[in-house]
Nanobody, 124 residues
């Protein structure tokens, strides 16, 4: 499985941005694609995840109501629509593939495949 993240950039606080994760290679039952982010000097944190079959989603509390994750299985793409961006959203965003159960969507250890990351910078 290969993942390619794109769509990052420099925006102002309050703006919107849409990240895209293109997934190639074999898929597997129960596959979850999630977005994580890592700010300088901090740990990699869960942002949002979606199960490709069924569309079950989960969000970090910090992005609920602002970010929306969706998938287009025909295009093998998972999107992260980010609205109302804040300074604290600045980070490198990674997409990852794994098979976690719902309660463990946020566990980085359960994702075996990672994309290369895309930088999101929010300025005031």
């Amino acid at each position: 499985v290969q993942l390619q993240a794109s769509g990052g950039g420099l925006v102002q606080a309050g703006d919107s941005l849409r990240l895209s994760c293109t997934v190639s290679g074999r898929t597997f039952s129960g596959e979850v694609i999630s977005w994580f982010r890592q700010a300088p000097g901090k740990e990699r944190d869960f942002v949002a995840g979606i199960r490709r079959q069924g569309g079950t989603t989960r969000y970090a509390d910090s992005v609920k109501g602002r970010f929306t994750i969706s998938r287009d299985n025909l295009k093998n793409t998972v999107l992260l629509q980010m609205n109302g961006l804040k300074l604290e959203d600045t980070a490198v965003y990674y997409c990852a593939a794994g098979r976690p159960i719902f309660s463990a969507f946020d566990s980085t250890d359960l994702y075996g495949y990672w994309g290369q990351g895309t930088q999101v910078t929010v300025s005031s």
